[in-house]
């Protein structure tokens, strides 16, 4: 039998689910801005600055974080402030929960709106150009109203552009930490010099001693934080480019050797202006690529179908070329 509460019960219980203990953050999004902003920037006026605010309010704002969590933020260090251990922590924190809920707002923007107003994307300047035209041909037919815009970047700045949210699919030779990514392909790079090149005179195979009395074109890392060191070979003479172009037009008229990839110089190599070197050792450098969708579960529509093309377009071009190499 079920009893028919009065008006007196029925007011008790929803007080009492009124006074229960709350969850909802006493901090908001704004001061965690001011927050990350003063370390950022370096300092209350420089943040100011940069968030169009008074100084005032953004060393409110930083010192209503510091009441409402009974801790200290900063520390004088001399005559510079400095993160304590807990500020650290809660700088750290603080920069995730921002660009989650920038992610979230862009999410939601993208699901009320269709199919996204923009896409952006970051490639490794080794994936193939034609394959990547490829590729934004057919999603410009399906979706032409979308923007897209395109990175191209070298080694440590396709990381960059992932960790620091500014991109919504990666074609990367490597996968930053806190992602996923699935192999696209494996690329081989040749080192490779003009046919009239004294490397070429030696007639026999050429040794890391043998190179290293000749100039070298790399192309630059695009990364804040360069490896001078990566993909390159210890010699006295070397250019360093900007763009992958650059490095081929550099080899092609003479000016040293390099290491690329057999799909941006097929028709140098199949007009015999460009040669592979008969190194002894390492005859081949494999540079994996990987398709990394930065955040797959807030990703719209147009970042999923273009990355279901991005996968389409590029196994095809791999099974095509399968008898001539089996890695593209």
């Known amino acids: 039998m079920v009893e028919k509460l009065d008006n007196k019960t029925m007011a008790t219980e929803s007080d009492g689910l009124e006074s229960a203990p709350q969850s909802a953050p006493h901090i908001t999004l704004e001061q965690w801005r001011a927050l990350i902003a003063v370390v950022d920037a370096g300092g209350y006026a420089q943040a100011a600055e940069a968030l169009f605010k008074s100084q005032s309010a953004v060393t409110y704002a930083v010192q209503k974080i510091e009441a409402l969590l009974d801790v200290k933020l900063f520390s004088i260090e001399g005559r510079k402030a400095v993160l304590t251990r807990e500020g650290q922590m809660l700088y750290r924190r603080a920069r995730a929960l921002v660009a989650e809920a920038g992610e979230l707002e862009r999410a939601a923007r993208a699901l009320s709106a269709g199919w996204e107003a923009e896409i952006h994307v970051v490639a490794e300047i080794l994936f193939p150009p034609w394959l990547l035209i490829g590729c934004l041909g057919r999603f410009g037919a399906e979706s032409p109203h979308t923007r897209v815009e395109v990175i191209?970047?070298?080694?440590?700045?396709?990381?960059?552009?992932l960790l620091q949210g500014q991109v919504d699919l990666a074609i990367s030779p490597r996968i930053p930490p806190g992602f996923f990514g699935e192999l696209l392909m494996t690329l081989p790079l040749f080192a490779v010099a003009h046919r009239d090149h004294a490397l070429h005179q030696l007639g026999r195979e050429v040794t890391v001693r043998d190179l290293r009395v000749h100039r070298h074109i790399v192309v630059r890392d695009t990364g804040g934080r360069r490896d001078r060191k990566t993909g390159t070979v210890d010699v006295d003479q070397r250019?360093?480019?900007?763009?992958?172009?650059t490095s081929i037009e550099a080899v092609a008229s003479g000016h040293g050797f390099a290491w690329l990839p057999r799909e941006h110089i097929r028709s140098e190599l199949e007009s015999g202006l460009l040669k592979p070197l008969p190194l002894r050792d390492e005859k081949e450098r494999l540079v994996p690529l990987y398709l990394i969708v930065a955040a797959p579960d807030l990703a719209g529509p147009g970042v999923r179908r273009l990355a279901e093309i991005v996968r389409e377009t590029t196994a095809g071009a791999c099974q095509k070329r399968a008898p001539e190499t089996s890695k593209v």
């Not at 250019?239 to 172009?245: A, E, I, M």
């Open 239 to 245: 250019w360093t480019v900007s763009q992958l172009s």
């Open 152 to 161: 191209e970047s070298v080694l440590g700045g396709t990381s960059e552009a």
